[in-house]
């Protein structure tokens, strides 16, 4: 092991070093001399001036010379380099100026010593040599030196002996003793042992401990051990000087302290690769921290006025966490959040909801899921605080399980006494098991836009009904209604224009004041774009106020969307993955032995209600010849919550059909083979066929109230129907004003300016138009009157 003392040389007399203000000053001095000195190298050869002026100019370039040659007779470079710098500016004016004196003798014109004058005071200027040489001068003076280096012996190479000893002769504390004796563990490592010997009948001083010797060879107190030399006395002294060793003994040492104390090792983890520069969260402290089996919990806090950024990827690449999914953070406040490690994913396997779970609290809660910490995952379907429905918005792509999500929510809405009515625009496709099992199952374009005419008939008849009251009363004559829209994108993008708008707007009409009456509105979408929501940004932000539901996207831009201007405060929503693999880090694809079949993740994502961002999953049912039986089963025997009588005539015919095609085919499923009944008992074919008729009577019954009940109107239509047209306007308006009315007061009169008022120049051409069909008799310059 080789030790220097490295020294700052001091710097040469005369030379201080420059501050910035200094340099900054000297360069604007030199940069105006020069700009001085090269207007007069262009103009002064052609003055009329003493011949002992010019003779200076030449002059100084001469001794300027003479002066660079004696100083670069040296072998000091920094010197040499320092001397032309400040030699360049005299040697090129001089030159400049010389060029102008000559003129006359070689006859070439005078602009060249000009431009020749002009180009040297360009590149001086931004040069400023003297300046730079005053730095350069400085650097080199401040260059580290080496000083202590041993001698080399002649005639022998010097070894790694001949350091140690020559480091052990000239230090002051080791006085008369010698190092003998020394042995190099490694060729390649500093560690080394040797014996002090004292002079002859002498022993080794006190003052030569184990302080004294790491003093000597520049190392830690730790890394040096003495030993009294078997078979001799005081006179010599063992001594091991092993940084390597040093270093290995600690980090054993450090391991089993971690092996007994798994806390040591996460806040050393902690300290090296999170909070460190560089590292994955520099100025974040670990504050406080739980080890359990499954599980470990952190709680992590950036410095006061900061606010807490945190890498999910970066994170768990300090942690050595492979599955990302494993690391799930959560915000609390600002600057401080909890950290949730887990040994496996907590949400690969869910469980199957339970009746408890889906039935409403008493504060209007119902269980969809299981949060990753183990708890449950809760919404709200009502508000008692308020005495509002909720509205939710759930954005998840292809097989993200939003259709099994709305499937909990219809099987909890029936256990819970909720009238749940459910549209799956893609023609029952993605939840069949639903029909006949709440109270209106609509499927397809069509019945869906039947079905929201009807839901919002009665939302006006509640509304007609309700005396005035701002809340709604969940105990009292109406029974709270939920809409679920699966897929309701196909409907809000739809290429027929007027269906697209009047579904839009009465979705949003809905969300705007269906809560008072005790209307919600679940939508299930792929995407939260304004066009695939009928350009109507409120179905969007009304969705929000009640649950979202954010499952695996297709693009952050929807997820961003969904958390725009709900995110609580230091929210931290990972995306979801497809598929999770266990067991396939690096390693394993390495060696070959990865999982290749990971699990799906439908049903997983975040949800955010109530102030509070949470990865969940959906509650998981088994899928049995695409039907779940498990599901059936909850929801079957329950009481179907309906609408009161005249609701029921408010939500017009298509209300009344509902379900006969559901009938039938329960009817047929009852006729099949080898079905038996949930109570266990065998029907032969005469109840069967009773059962049969029972069905198919209560379907006829159905279609015979249906003809007798008119359907639920369109609003838009009706709002049409309702609106004047503008030649309607511009008539009621002239009725009684036999002077007539100029054209302005008749724009004022049908509402131009106004709020869904025609356009001014929409009344200007209908009054032409009437005025030359003889409809208005035309007084004067712009003022008309009926006939």
């Known amino acids: 092991m080789t030790t220097t003392d490295v020294v700052k040389a001091d710097a040469a007399a005369g030379e201080r070093g420059l501050t910035r203000k200094t340099a900054r000053r000297l360069a604007w001095a030199e940069r105006t001399v020069y700009g001085a000195a090269g207007s007069w190298a262009a103009v002064g050869p052609q003055m009329d001036i003493p011949w002992w002026a010019h003779g200076a100019a030449l002059a100084t370039g001469a001794l300027t010379g003479v002066g660079l040659w004696k100083l670069s007779d040296t072998d000091d470079w920094t010197r040499r380099l320092t001397s032309s710098l400040r030699a360049l500016p005299v040697l090129g004016w001089t030159a400049a100026y010389t060029s102008g004196l000559l003129v006359p003798v070689f006859d070439y014109p005078n602009g060249w010593p000009m431009l020749g004058a002009a180009a040297w005071t360009a590149v001086m200027i931004p040069m400023a040599p003297w300046t730079r040489s005053k730095g350069v001068q400085r650097a080199v003076d401040n260059l580290p030196v080496f000083a202590g280096e041993p001698e080399a012996v002649d005639a022998e190479p010097v070894t790694f002996a001949d350091h140690m000893r020559a480091l052990w002769t000239r230090a002051q504390a080791t006085g008369d003793t010698t190092l003998e004796g020394i042995r190099q563990y490694d060729p390649n490592e500093p560690d080394f042992e040797a014996i002090v010997l004292a002079p002859a009948g002498h022993a080794v001083p006190r003052t030569v401990d184990e302080r004294a010797i790491a003093g000597v060879f520049d190392v830690p107190v730790d890394e040096v051990r003495t030993a009294a030399v078997d078979g001799y006395g005081p006179g010599r002294l063992a001594i091991q000087v092993a940084p390597c060793l040093a270093a290995a003994r600690r980090a054993r040492e450090a391991l089993e302290v971690e092996a007994e104390d798994p806390g040591a090792a996460l806040e050393r983890i902690w300290a090296e690769y999170v909070n460190c520069t560089g590292g994955a969260a520099p100025g974040v402290d670990l504050v406080a921290y739980s080890i359990g089996e499954d599980q470990i919990r952190l709680r992590v806090a950036a410095p006061r006025a900061k606010r807490l950024r945190v890498n999910h990827e970066e994170l768990c690449s300090a942690l050595g966490i492979d599955d990302i999914s494993r690391l799930v953070m959560e915000g609390a406040g600002p600057r401080e959040a909890v950290v949730y490690i887990y040994r496996a994913n907590p949400l690969l396997h869910v469980r199957a909801p339970t009746v408890e779970d889906l039935t409403m609290d008493d504060r209007g809660r119902i269980s969809i899921g299981v949060a990753h910490d183990g708890s449950a995952a809760r919404i709200q379907l009502f508000n008692f605080d308020t005495g509002r429905a909720q509205h939710g918005i759930t954005a998840g792509t292809t097989g993200a399980g939003k259709s099994g999500l709305m499937r909990i929510l219809g099987a909890a809405q029936r256990i819970s006494g909720v009238i749940s009515w459910m549209a799956d625009v893609q023609g029952g496709m993605s939840m069949p098991e639903m029909e006949g099992r709440i109270d209106w199952m ?346």
């Open 442 to 787: 609509a499927k397809g374009p069509q019945e869906t836009m039947q079905q929201l005419r009807a839901l919002h008939a009665i939302k006006e008849y509640r509304e007609a009904h309700s005396r005035g009251r701002g809340d709604f009363d969940f105990h009292g004559q109406w029974r709270l209604i939920q809409w679920t829209g699966d897929e309701i994108n196909r409907l809000l993008s739809s290429l027929d224009q007027d269906v697209r708008k009047e579904a839009a707007w009465m979705i949003g009409d809905l969300q705007k004041t269906g809560q008072k009456v005790g209307i919600g509105v679940d939508l299930a979408v792929q995407s939260l774009h304004l066009k695939e929501l009928g350009d109507n940004h409120e179905i969007r932000e009304k969705g929000k106020e009640g649950h979202v539901f954010l499952l695996r996207t297709a693009s952050s831009s929807t997820q961003g969307m969904g958390l725009d201007g709900i995110a609580p405060i230091g929210a931290h929503v990972s995306p979801i993955p497809e598929r999770i693999y266990e067991g396939a880090g690096a390693k394993e694809l390495f060696e070959g032995t990865a999982a290749t079949e990971g699990v799906p993740t439908p049903g997983m994502g975040w949800l955010i209600t109530e102030g509070k961002a949470t990865l969940f999953r959906t509650f998981v049912l088994k899928k049995v010849n695409g039907l779940y039986p498990q599901l059936e089963e909850l929801m079957d025997g329950r009481p179907m919550p309906t609408l009161t009588p005249g609701e029921a005539r408010a939500a017009g015919a298509a209300y009344a059909r509902r379900g006969t095609s559901a009938a039938k085919e329960a009817g047929k499923a009852a006729g099949g083979p080898s079905r038996p009944s949930r109570g266990g008992i065998d029907m032969n074919n005469s109840e069967l066929e009773r059962i049969t008729d029972l069905l198919e009577a209560d379907d006829k019954s159905k279609q015979q109230k249906a003809e007798e009940l008119p359907e639920a109107p369109s609003p838009m239509a009706a709002a049409k129907a309702k609106a004047p047209t503008i030649r309607e306007r511009i008539l009621a308006a002239l009725q009684g004003h036999t002077e007539g009315l100029a054209l302005k007061e008749i724009r004022t009169a049908v509402g131009c300016g106004t709020e869904g008022g025609p356009a001014t120049r929409s009344v200007n051409n209908e009054v032409s138009a009437l005025a030359n069909e003889g409809g208005l008799v035309a007084l004067g310059k712009g003022v008309y009157r009926l006939p």
